[in-house]
């Protein structure tokens, strides 16, 4: 009996093929499905257009990237079998099924669960839906299963999930100093001690990665103008939480109401099952829709953080590795004396923080490097790497976000 394939047509790698039933069984999921309706870059189409991909094509293409890779591994007799390579390719499609709507918004304001915590409870009510089918894939995920270098793929400082969302996001944004050469790394990988590393001969490759993804995260991922939109809908939703527990009726769907309503952390969605059942009706439109209602709003600062929004008036920031406090306190005096505000609501107007930009982090799990002399280094430990020079070194920035 012939196996129906499913194949897609990604603009990102044109034809890509899912021949196995499992995969598509989880890909019709409405949890899964429910991925069509977030945004991958939240908000950074503001400032990008072109950038309304979302997270069921992320997940899609990170999951292509997969199984390229692990067919590279077979053809130097690394050689996952068929399960295993299942169970990765799944772990792979589910990696970001517990996301929300602008999801690190979402995790700062109104579900103080992180997304990771949220994919694995997911991924647990699925394997009991689903019988027991993603039992080896949560292994993978959570890195229980005995074969390590499956979790190293699905996450890690090389891994799919990185090399597919800097591809893609670099085709929808047009930043093409987020373009990597992906085949050319998959062909580099191989396994030794059970690990993930990377021949010595792909060492530039690798490095072009990670510059990539430093470009990226300064260009595109904390532009001034992406970080003052996101900090905009983390206010807006703070203050509608802050509305909501004050007992003033708000406009909301089902989904985002039984979260406005209540504040709830890991152990209630452990204990109660239901809160997940609502998390999973969540998606952007929730929350574009109730702020589209809220710019007429009774509530003056609810309202006039809606309206900035919706019209793309966005915060002004000020980006600095100095510090900005003396430019804070005459922004909020101007601010104060301008729009009348408060002194105890002045931080929905103007405010302090600090970003950074971490593109190699030399306490997590490094990428390793097996020499032509069979020896393995950490390519921090490769002469002249760049990553040894400069990329290893964390990039902090104060900001200020202010009305103008």
């Known amino acids: 009996m012939s196996i129906k394939v499913k194949i897609v047509n990604d603009p990102v790698y044109g034809f890509i093929r899912f021949p196995e039933p499992e995969l598509m069984r989880v890909i019709d999921h409405p949890w899964f499905q429910r991925l069509r309706n977030i945004k991958q870059m939240g908000l950074a189409h503001l400032v990008y257009p072109g950038a309304v991909h979302t997270r069921l094509a992320h997940s899609l293409g990170a999951c292509h990237l997969m199984g390229k890779a692990l067919d ?78 499956l979790h190293q793929l699905v996450s890690s400082q090389l891994d799919v999930d990185r090399m597919d969302y800097l591809n893609r996001d670099s085709f929808y944004t047009g930043v093409s100093e987020g373009v990597i050469g992906y085949d050319r790394i998959l062909q580099m990988l191989t396994v030794r001690d059970n690990e ?51 007992g003033q009726e708000l406009f909301a769907s089902p989904a985002l109401k039984y979260f406005l309503f209540k504040n709830l952390t890991e152990k209630d969605f452990e204990n ?60 909020k005096e101007q601010v104060k004396r301008e729009l009348g505000i408060a002194e105890k609501d002045i931080h929905y107007f103007v405010f302090e923080g600090v970003t950074s930009n971490s593109t190699y982090n030399i306490n997590d799990e490094l990428i390793k490097i097996e020499t032509k002399s069979g020896l393995v280094k950490n390519i921090t430990e490769i002469e002249d790497s760049l990553v040894n020079q400069t990329l290893a070194r964390a990039v902090h920035k104060n900001y200020i976000c202010y009305v103008q």
């Open 272 to 331: 109660n099952p239901e809160h997940l059942d609502h998390f999973c009706m969540l998606d952007d439109h929730d929350v574009m829709v109730s702020i589209k209602v809220w710019q007429t709003h009774d509530d003056k600062i609810l309202s006039q953080l809606c309206q900035m929004l919706i019209l793309r008036k966005l915060y002004k920031v000020l980006l600095s590795s100095e510090s900005l406090a003396s430019i804070l306190v005459s922004k």
């Open 196 to 246: 993930l590393m990377v021949e010595e001969k792909g060492v530039y490759s690798v490095e072009k990665f990670i510059i990539a993804r430093r470009l990226m995260y300064w260009q595109v991922y904390l532009h001034k103008t992406v970080l003052g939109a996101e900090m905009l809908l983390i206010n807006i939703l703070k203050r509608a939480k802050e509305l909501a527990m004050d």
């Open 72 to 149: 590279e591994l077979k053809t130097k007799n690394i050689t996952p079998d068929k399960e295993e390579c299942l169970a990765a390719r799944l772990a792979t499609l589910l990696h970001d099924i517990g996301h929300g709507p602008f999801s690190h918004s979402l995790e700062h304001t109104l579900v103080g669960v992180h997304h990771e915590t949220l994919s694995r409870m997911m991924m647990h009510r699925m394997n009991s839906e689903m019988g027991g089918m993603l039992g080896k894939a949560i292994q993978v995920f959570d890195h229980s299963y005995p074969s390590r270098y």
